[in-house]
């Protein structure tokens, strides 16, 4: 790892609670562990902590719990609580997102809740679609956002986590939910309805490999499901949902983006549905939609 790193790992081994640089190196110093000449030997340790979190992320043996403590990630309670520093959150902020205008959300979706119909006009809704930095998508209420749900099901459960702080959408902490994916770039567009297709699955497929790494997945286990919609909340009014089936044929899986989904696991509809207070309002009207539905069939486009 190189000395500062290890001399931090021992001494978070040794304390087991998050410390600050300083704190570490004045143990480190202190022990006899740590041997500096520099003169600002703590500043040396926050930037070799700093770096080592941001380019290896959630393999990093280390982890922040609060603007500038760190600890080690081995500890699944200090896991819970990461702390992201402001530019990886603003990163994510300024990635370019597919919109299309708001005034032609009724060509692709009647109203409100989830629709399993196939998208009529899915080529006219691809050549509407235009390129917005994300950020500024979430200030204008005058465009729509395109976001990928991906419903993770082996048999006839299905895939469930919570969402820490470390994302930015402030609606969402704490609350659990059943799809993965995220925002849609232009790139990923030619393949949101053919996604079936091994050939033209890999593109829109990154968001889901992103956040899981997947034993048994094979791109023909993917099909379209329907579009997803909620102006219940002032955010959701400003995204549409192309849901997506993902059937499993094993239940292993590894959390990719530890961190950012904790308390994975599989769960039932009855089982999500005795619980349905606790997830957020897409995942509801979903595992509603399933509960109401246990025979249905997807369309595929």
């Known amino acids: 790892m190189g000395h500062f790193l290890?001399?931090?790992?021992?001494?978070l081994s040794t304390v087991k609670r998050p410390l600050s640089a300083i704190e570490i190196t004045e143990y480190g110093l202190k022990s006899g562990w740590?041997?500096?000449?520099?003169?600002?030997?703590?500043?040396?340790?926050?930037?070799?902590?700093?770096?080592?979190?941001?380019k290896k992320k959630s393999d990093s043996l280390f982890m922040r719990t609060e603007q500038g403590k760190f600890a080690l990630r081995?500890?699944?309670?200090?896991?819970?609580?990461?702390?992201?520093?402001?530019?990886?959150?603003?990163?994510?902020?300024?990635?370019?997102?597919?919109?299309?205008?708001?005034?032609?959300?009724?060509?692709?979706?009647?109203?409100p809740g989830f629709y399993t119909k196939p998208l009529v006009n899915g080529k006219?809704?691809?050549?509407?679609?235009?390129?917005?930095?994300?950020v500024e998508?979430?200030?204008?209420?005058?465009?729509?956002?395109?976001?990928?749900?991906?419903?993770?099901?082996?048999?006839?459960?299905?895939l469930t986590y919570k969402r820490t702080k470390r994302l930015p959408e402030?609606?969402?902490?704490g609350f659990y939910s059943i799809g993965f994916g995220g925002h849609i770039n232009i790139k990923e567009i030619r393949t949101l309805f053919n996604v079936f297709d091994p050939a033209n699955s890999g593109i829109l497929i990154r968001e889901l490999m992103e956040e899981l790494r997947l034993d048994s997945y094979r791109a023909e286990s993917t099909v379209y499901k329907g579009?997803?919609?909620?102006?219940?909340?002032?955010?959701?009014?400003?995204?549409l949902g192309i849901v997506y089936d993902v059937f499993l044929d094993s239940d292993k899986y590894?959390?990719?983006?530890?961190?950012?989904?904790?308390?994975?696991?599989?769960?039932?509809?009855?089982?999500?549905?005795?619980?349905?207070?606790?997830?957020?309002?897409?995942?509801?009207?979903?595992?509603?939609?399933?509960?109401?539905?246990?025979?249905?069939?997807?369309?595929?486009?």
């Open 34 to 54: 740590l041997k500096s000449n520099g003169q600002s030997p703590s500043q040396t340790m926050k930037s070799k902590l700093s770096t080592d979190i941001l």
């Open 254 to 301: 590894e959390i990719g983006e530890r961190g950012f989904l904790v308390d994975p696991k599989f769960e039932s509809i009855e089982e999500m549905s005795n619980r349905i207070d606790e997830f957020e309002n897409w995942s509801a009207i979903m595992i509603n939609f399933e509960k109401k539905n246990l025979n249905y069939s997807t369309n595929i486009i």
């Open 6 to 11: 290890d001399i931090a790992y021992r001494v």
């Open 124 to 134: 006219e809704l691809l050549i509407e679609c235009t390129s917005m930095s994300r």
């Open 170 to 173: 402030n609606r969402l902490h």
């Open 137 to 158: 998508a979430e200030k204008d209420f005058n465009f729509i956002q395109l976001v990928s749900v991906f419903l993770v099901r082996f048999g006839p459960k299905y």
């Open 74 to 111: 081995a500890n699944k309670n200090n896991e819970k609580n990461e702390y992201i520093a402001d530019r990886f959150q603003k990163a994510i902020l300024n990635e370019d997102i597919a919109v299309f205008p708001v005034s032609s959300l009724k060509k692709y979706i009647p109203g």
């Open 227 to 239: 579009l997803l919609f909620d102006d219940s909340k002032e955010i959701s009014s400003q995204h």
